[in-house]
T-cell receptor, first 114, second 113 residues
Framework: AQSVTQPDIHITVSEGASLELRCNYSYGATPYLFWYVQSPGQGLQLLLKYFSGDTLVQGIKGFEAEFKRSQSSFNLRKPSVHWSDAAEYFCAVGPALGTYKYIFGTGTRLKVLA | DTGVSQDPRHKITKRGQNVTFRCDPISEHNRLYWYRQTLGQGPEFLTYFQNEAQLEKSRLLSDRFSAERPKGSFSTLEIQRTEQGDSAMYLC???????????FGDGTRLSIL
């Protein structure tokens, strides 16, 4: 069955430090992959997506992610974190084979220290 | 592009009552999704519409849950005889086609007393 794993529930980084959020997936074919960000009480905002082509994708707010088929990973990175990046980040894959269903990870909550 | 709109933003109700939520997708987005998100979890897929046709429902959707999209525009999600476990954020998302990502609304937070 298709699945998404975000191994880190919480991550704390200092402002200005680099960031990497991990995402591993299980999927029977080349998936569509997404990273979303959610602030408290809000919906999800798309940061970036991978459908095909270049495995390094650029997103909004200075984020990027790299699709590594051999590792079944799609890690999110940012070279220098800003205090406003504090939020919850979700990796998603979909649609699941034979369905219209998108599968989200359990999220990583990012805390940024001033 | 006014974004996906959900109403109400918050709903507090007593156990056993019925509730209905509304979602207005981005205009011309023919694909509409409902998700449920509980604390500390990612969104869980509930159901999917393509235009007015409900093409997929999750097993999470018990017989107390029903969703409609009568004219292929706005959608409603109804929960009958609410239970404590229904307390969650209900998110709606829309997309124009399968090659475009979903755009999410800000959700309806349901609290069951």
């Amino acid at each position: 069955a298709q699945s998404v794993t975000q191994p880190d529930i919480h991550i704390t980084v200092s402002e200005g430090a680099s960031l990497e959020l991990r995402c591993n997936y299980s999927y029977g074919a080349t998936p569509y992959l997404f990273w979303y960000v959610q602030s408290p009480g809000q919906g999800l905002q798309l940061l970036l997506k991978y459908f095909s082509g270049d495995t390094l994708v650029q997103g909004i707010k200075g984020f990027e992610a790299e699709f590594k088929r051999s590792q079944s990973s799609f890690n999110l990175r940012k070279p220098s974190v800003h205090w406003s990046d504090a939020a919850e980040y979700f990796c998603a894959v979909g649609p699941a084979l034979g369905t219209y269903k998108y599968i989200f990870g359990t999220g990583t909550r990012l805390k940024v220290l001033a | 592009d006014t974004g996906v709109s959900q109403d109400p933003r918050h709903k507090i109700t007593k156990r056993g009552q019925n509730v209905t939520f509304r979602c207005d997708p981005i205009s011309e987005h023919n694909r509409l999704y409902w998700y449920r998100q509980t604390l500390g979890q990612g969104p869980e897929f509930l159901t999917y519409f393509q235009n007015e046709a409900q093409l997929e429902k999750s097993r999470l959707l018990s017989d107390r849950f029903s969703a409609e999209r009568p004219k292929g525009s706005f959608s409603t999600l109804e929960i009958q005889r609410t239970e404590q476990g229904d307390s969650a954020m209900y998110l709606c998302a829309s997309s124009p086609n399968s090659n475009q990502p979903q755009h999410f609304g800000d959700g309806t937070r349901l609290s069951i007393l």
